[in-house]
């Protein structure tokens, strides 16, 4: 699969949100939008209601990852509404079977998301459930983190596993991903790339996610894992 770019409006101005997403709009593939609760992270940030008033501004899909303590709840409700695709993280969920098939049978892609620390192998039989597999490469709760070279290693056995079982799951990278990270993430398995402050934090935005465009498929196309 072409190399997916999913700018986080994490990092675009909170104050005139549809603006900013219009700026991407012919150049991105998806809207990341992060939905955190203070609980799960440190840190809050916009929910349903915002949500539904992006989706009336949007031209392009929005990607919601949910960095919450109760994603079981909510999760559907996200689908309902139209987003396009609905991450919940395995640290959080109670009951993420039931939660994935809910935000499927609503017409959404179910993605689960996993922190840095949290190994990805015992989640490895859950990947016939899902559309996405997100992982974290900064601790999450905030835009314009260092990415964490240390999860690479992880993102090469996820893809490993998605390979050996040869499902159609996209394999998302979310932190720190940037004009000098996205290659080593694109090398290491990645297909879908979140960047909020390489996009948001330059002066060019579409600009941006173009030349991450690039980068990606031009590292896609050499790595081992895409023949
Ligand atoms: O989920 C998160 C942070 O928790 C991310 O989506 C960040 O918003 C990405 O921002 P950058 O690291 O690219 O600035
Ligand atoms: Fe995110």
């Not at 999913?6 to 939905?35: C, E, G, Q, T």
């Not at 490993?160 to 004009?179: H, N, T, Y």
Request: proline share 6%.
């Amino acid at each position: 699969m072409a190399a997916q770019i999913s700018p986080s409006i994490l990092s675009a101005d909170f104050a005139k949100l549809a603006d900013d997403v219009a700026l991407i709009a012919d150049a991105a593939d998806w809207v990341h939008v992060d939905v955190m609760d203070n609980h799960f992270v440190p840190n809050l940030t916009l929910g349903l209601p915002v949500v539904e008033a992006l989706l009336k501004h949007s031209a392009l899909p929005l990607d919601c990852h949910l960095m919450i303590e109760d994603p079981d709840r909510w999760a559907p409700q996200y689908a309902e509404a139209g987003a396009g695709s609905v991450t919940i993280h395995v640290e959080a969920a109670k009951a993420p079977v039931r939660t994935l098939r809910t935000i499927r049978a609503a017409g959404a892609r179910a993605g689960l998301g996993i922190n840095p620390a949290t190994p990805v192998e015992p989640y490895e039989d859950l990947l016939g459930e899902i559309d996405m597999l997100l992982l974290m490469t900064v601790e999450p709760g905030f835009g314009g983190q260092r990415f964490l070279d240390v999860v690479l290693p992880k993102v090469r056995r996820a893809r490993e596993m998605i390979k050996g079982r040869d499902l159609p799951v996209w394999l998302q990278v979310d932190g720190g991903v940037s004009a000098e990270t996205i290659e080593r993430c694109a090398d290491a398995g990645a297909d879908v790339f979140v960047a909020g402050n390489a996009v948001y934090g330059s002066g060019d935005p579409a600009e941006a996610v173009r030349a991450l465009r690039g980068k990606a498929e031009h590292a896609t196309s050499g790595a081992a894992w895409s023949r």
